[in-house]
Every structure is written in C-alpha cells, then in structure tokens.
C-alpha cells in the first residue's frame, strides 16, 4: 500500500515530477518511476507530473506485468510498460523516466547518432541506441508509436542492454519519433541524466547548426566524464528541490 511508503520516498518522487516539469523535460505526457523492491514499483496515476501533489496521486505497479498491485487503483498512464520492463530487465535499475523532450526527437529520427559532446553528459556515450517501434509491430498492434504492451516494453529495454542482453549499457535509448528512456540506479541521478541528456542533444544540435566539423567525445572522455559526475545529483540536488518548493507552480503535501 502507498501508505506503507516511506514519506521521505514519497516527497522526493513528488519533487522529482516536479522537476521534470520545470526542466522542460515533461509536460502534460512523460512519466517518473522508482523501484520499491525486486518485484514492485511506484508511479503517479495518469495525470501531468506537474500536477502530483500527494499519496492519493500515486500506484504501486508490480515489475512482472506492469499492472497495478490494488486492482482497484485509480487509471494509469497506458506506457507504464516502458518502465516495467526496463527494471524486470535490469534488476540493478532503480529509478526510469519516459520523456518526449523536444531536443532529443531529432536525433531518433536523424542518421546522426546523438552522442556525447557537452561534459557534463558523457553517461551518453559515443552512440546513444535508438530504438524502432517498427521493428516490433505485428499487423495487429496499433501502430502509433506508442509502448503499450510487455512485448513492446521488453523490446525497447533490450535496446538499453549489452550484446548479451545481461546487463544495463546504456542510460538512455531514444525511441524513434516519439522521445526517450532514461535509467539510473537512483531517484536522484534519473533526473540529472534526463536534465543533461536534453542539454546534450540541444548542444548537438546547435553545433550542427553553426556548421563545420563538429568534435564529439572519445570512448576515453566519455568514460572520464561520466566519472567524473557520477555522483553528480549530489551537488545540484538541493537546488532542483528549492526551485520547485519554492514556486507556486508545484504543490507537495506529501508529510515529510
Ligand atoms: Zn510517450
């Protein structure tokens, strides 16, 4: 039960909505979750991140199928399957956002990859994956680009994974003509990747656009920056959270 939750847990992943929001990284669409154990996770009811506000805002889905413990819990979002695959994949995943942020579309569309260039986004990597709907859909799925199913979810967590499938490679996919999937092994760092994922992809873009040669990150900057703020929520953190405590945009009543 949601009431069962820590209200510590509860006010971070409210503020996190939150944050994602102001970052532009959502807005009426796009998701937040974080895992609560191996088989369950927590999620808000369908409804626009910038708008959760409280416990009755929130369901607690199981890892296997995606669907809601409580049979009785309020609509969820229809692409919570994104999310549930990627921790049934990946038990070492704690938290995931789904984002269809503007700046990233281009590059799931484009030839050129998206890739690492901006230092504070070297989790990017040299070649971030992206993911093809169209190389998953039967003549019975819908085909509006959505993640709808287990099979669809699953599809695009592989997209995420090492050639053997084992393990978690890469922190984002971008999924063609629709937006992206971002992984972390916390709350905190889910959201520093989505921030600086779209700041890499607009800073990309922007280059692409001054014309010339474009110089992206080595596989050795990649790896040396991505060390280097591995730990970096800790530090913007506290400033993420008084920016969104402090508008009149966001309410948190969570009791913490
Ligand atoms: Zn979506």
Same mark, same amino acid.
């Given at each position: 039960?949601?009431?069962? !939750?820590?209200?510590?847990? !509860? ?46 805002? /929130? ?21 919570? @399957? ?10 070492? !995943? ?42 998953? @859909? ?48 916390? /709350? ?6 989505? !921030? ?42 506290? /400033? ?17």
């Amino acid at each position: 039960m949601v009431s069962q !939750i820590s209200s510590e847990l !509860i006010h971070k992943y409210i503020d996190g909505c939150h944050m994602l929001h102001q970052h532009g990284l959502v807005d009426a669409y796009g998701h937040l979750s974080v895992r609560l154990s191996p088989s369950t996770f927590l999620m808000s009811r369908y409804m626009a991140p910038a708008l959760v506000a409280g416990k009755e805002d /929130l369901v607690i889905y199981k890892v296997e199928d995606g669907e809601p413990v409580d049979a009785n819990a309020p609509r969820g979002f229809s692409e919570r @399957y994104i999310h549930s695959e990627a921790y049934k994949a990946y038990p070492s !995943i704690t938290a995931v956002v789904h984002s269809h942020a503007l700046s990233v579309i281009p590059f799931s569309v484009s030839s050129t990859p998206m890739s690492a260039c901006f230092h504070m986004a070297g989790f990017l990597g040299q070649k971030v994956p992206v993911w093809d709907c169209d190389t998953v @859909y039967t003549a019975e799925d819908s085909h509006d680009m959505l993640v709808r199913n287990n099979k669809l979810g699953a599809s695009l967590a592989r997209a995420l994974g090492d050639e053997t499938g084992q393990n978690c490679k890469h922190a984002v996919a971008l999924m063609r003509g629709h937006g992206m999937v971002v992984v972390a092994e916390s /709350l905190e760092m889910v959201i520093f990747r989505s !921030i600086y994922t779209a700041q890499n992809a607009q800073i990309q873009q922007n280059a692409i656009g001054i014309g010339g040669a474009v110089k992206l990150f080595s596989a050795k900057e990649c790896v040396d920056s991505a060390q280097k703020t591995s730990g970096g929520a800790v530090k913007p953190w506290p /400033l993420w959270t008084q920016e969104v405590e402090k508008s009149n945009m966001y309410e948190n009543a969570s009791n913490c």
